[in-house]
């Protein structure tokens, strides 16, 4: 039962991000720090599902990993392949510092998917037998 909700819980907060990440005032702001402005999402295409629930997060773990240190080598130089922009000018400090409450929205979300996906495992488990 824990399981389920949660994960319902998890389902309902990416259409949330999603509608937050196409509707937000802030939009083209997030965009400029993760890819630049030479892209189509910065000239008003809407973000889908997959990238605004899978693409956009993992930029704001790859900024808190680039601001704690632990980036590789390659990073430190060139930055990352699926965000561009995200190094030049310490653009992960501003984008972890102007959307703090989206990554911490953002980990949540990533807690409550794993905590309730081990728990519907577990609770599989448990009814089947396996352990």
């Known amino acids: ?22 509707r937000s005032s802030r939009r083209n702001r997030i965009i400029e720090l993760i890819w ?10 809407p973000f889908d599902f997959v990238v605004a629930n899978f693409i956009i997060p993992s930029s704001t773990f790859t ?44 980990a949540a979300k990533a807690i409550i998917f794993f905590a309730s996906f081990s728990a519907l495992i577990l609770g599989i488990g448990l009814d089947k037998g396996w352990w």
């Open 1 to 22: 039962m824990m399981g389920m909700s949660g994960m319902l819980l998890g389902v309902l907060m990416m259409f949330a991000t999603r509608a937050y990440l196409n």
């Open 63 to 106: 900024a808190w990993r680039m601001k704690n240190g632990l980036t590789t080598q390659r990073q430190r130089s060139a930055g990352s392949f699926a965000f561009p922009a995200l190094h030049q000018n310490k653009n992960y400090r501003a984008l972890l510092n102007e959307f703090s409450a989206f990554a911490a929205w953002e």
């Open 36 to 45: 630049g402005t030479n892209n189509e999402w910065h000239n008003g295409k």
